[in-house]
């Protein structure tokens, strides 16, 4: 079966553009993970979702970025006027979702965003 | 504040050679301890985990890890290294409870010489 996908593979944009990000889960996976990977760094947890709530948003830098996941399937990302900080890897992953920490969680392979 | 430290940036070791790469976490309870690899253009894969019981966890590609609750450590380890485990490794901790989200280190690279 198909893992998760993300689209685009990469985006480039201008400061204070507002942007896409969208992630397609593992079919069946109720729980659904963003992270961001900054060059040189470890992945960082952005939001995750358990169905269609946002079960944990406390990674979220300000109000800039914001998700949803309206059917409980595909998940947007989404960054209102972009910074140049914002340059990173953006990294979904998705789990079985049952409780606590016993699912694997399974990453897609990211969309790098450039913000020029 | 809960937190993974990864001492060692950058690793070479040659084809053949045994491999230890070292994790330290920060929480004040028993953590979800996870390894993950990342190869150029691959997306991140799960080596091994560990939850509970049996400190010593098998994982794929012949790796293992050690859970020290003294140390909280959990070091990975392979016997005899191939030039395919070139790669970026990151250890990371899931909290207790319900909340799944992961908290990374910084991530370690490895490099292997023929």
């Known amino acids: 079966g198909a893992g998760v996908s993300q689209t685009p593979s990469n985006k480039v944009t201008e400061k204070g553009k507002y942007v896409e990000l969208r992630c397609d889960p593992i079919s069946g996976h109720t729980a659904l993970y963003w992270y961001r990977q900054s060059l040189g760094q470890g992945p960082e947890f952005l939001i995750y979702?358990?169905?269609?709530?946002?079960?944990?948003d406390s990674g979220l830098p300000n109000d800039r970025f914001f998700a949803v996941r309206p059917e409980g399937s595909v998940s947007t990302l989404k960054i209102q006027r972009t910074e140049r900080g914002d340059s990173a890897v953006y990294l979904c992953a998705s789990s079985l979702g049952t409780s606590g920490m016993g699912n694997e969680q399974f990453f897609g392979p990211g969309t790098r965003l450039t913000v020029l | 504040a809960q937190s993974v430290t990864q001492p060692d940036i950058h690793i070479t070791v040659s084809e053949g050679a045994s491999l230890e790469l070292r994790c330290n976490y920060s929480?004040?309870?028993?953590?979800?301890l996870f390894w993950y690899v990342q190869s150029p253009g691959q997306g991140l894969q799960l080596l091994l985990k560990y939850f509970s019981g049996d400190t010593l966890v098998q994982g794929i590609k012949g790796f293992e890890a050690e859970f020290k609750r003294s140390q909280s450590s959990f070091n990975l380890r392979k016997p005899s290294v191939h030039w395919s485990d070139a790669a970026e490794y990151f250890c990371?901790?899931?909290?207790?409870?319900?909340?799944?989200?992961?908290?990374w280190g910084l991530g370690t690279s490895l490099a292997v010489n023929p």
């Open positions: 929480y004040g309870a028993t953590p979800y």
């Open positions: 979702f358990q169905g269609t709530g946002a079960a944990d």
């Open positions: 990371a901790v899931g909290l207790a409870g319900n909340n799944r989200k992961l908290i």
